[in-house]
């Protein structure tokens, strides 16, 4: 089964707009959310995080909006650019480090000029 | 900009042949992770360790894959006997110490005819 969900699975926004991507997770125990950004022939670049103790994480144009009682978050870009085309994942994590990241299957992202 | 490295970037073998590839996690970060990413960008999780030692490792891995991270070498994966269905790419990341931050390589990208 799916614990971490994305959508859309694409989106398309104009360079300026914002895009919004969604998260969702099954597991109420998870409290580390990783976003990463990937690029064809690249491997994932953490882009921002977050812990279930806070509900908002801003870093420049990207932030995470996180509910933790509904289980979901969100990763806003805000001015999009079309640099910022690519796919990006959602993943989730808990316990000790040296856990594995539970991935979802992506948004993939293309910002029109 | 990886500082986690991976080699060789592309890697073509027959149906039965080994494939092996490398990783050198970055520098001072003990643990290491092996995930799949298939063409679905579904990530599956492979095998991590912390220094030279196993952490866990999914049953697949116990099979046909095989893994290690030697001191003062690269660390490395390995599967035996390759089967189309392992075409994928494989990521290796590293975590620090204690902490739940993993950073990813940019992969070797297995291809098997």
């Known amino acids: 089964q799916q614990q971490v969900r994305q959508s859309p699975q694409s989106l398309t926004v104009w360079e300026g707009e914002t895009a919004i991507l969604n998260c969702s997770y099954e597991n109420s125990a998870f409290d580390y959310f990783p976003w990463y950004q990937q690029f064809p022939g690249e491997g994932p670049a953490l882009l921002i995080a977050?812990?279930?103790?806070?509900d908002k994480k801003e870093d420049g144009r990207f932030t995470i909006f996180f509910n933790k009682r509904e289980k979901k978050l969100s990763l806003h870009i805000t001015d999009s650019q079309p640099g910022d085309s690519a796919t990006y994942f959602c993943?989730?994590?808990?316990?000790?480090?040296?856990?594995?990241?539970?991935f979802g299957i992506g948004t993939l992202l293309s910002v029109k000029p | 900009n990886s500082k986690v490295i991976q080699t060789p970037r592309y890697l073509v073998k027959g149906q039965g042949q080994k494939a092996k590839m490398r990783c050198i996690p970055e520098k001072g970060h003990p643990v290491v992770f092996w995930y799949q990413q298939n063409k679905n960008n579904e990530f599956k999780f492979l095998i991590n360790f912390q220094n030279q030692e196993v952490l866990q490792q999914i049953d697949m891995t116990e099979k046909r894959f095989s893994a290690e991270c030697p001191s003062n070498s690269p660390c490395s994966l390995e599967i035996q006997s390759s089967e189309a269905g392992d075409s994928a790419l494989y990521l290796c990341a590293s975590s620090p110490a204690n902490q739940d931050t993993q950073y990813f390589g940019p992969g070797t990208r297995l291809l098997v005819l």
């Open positions: 993943a989730a994590f808990y316990g000790s480090s040296g856990n594995k990241l539970i």
């Open positions: 977050i812990r279930s103790v806070s």
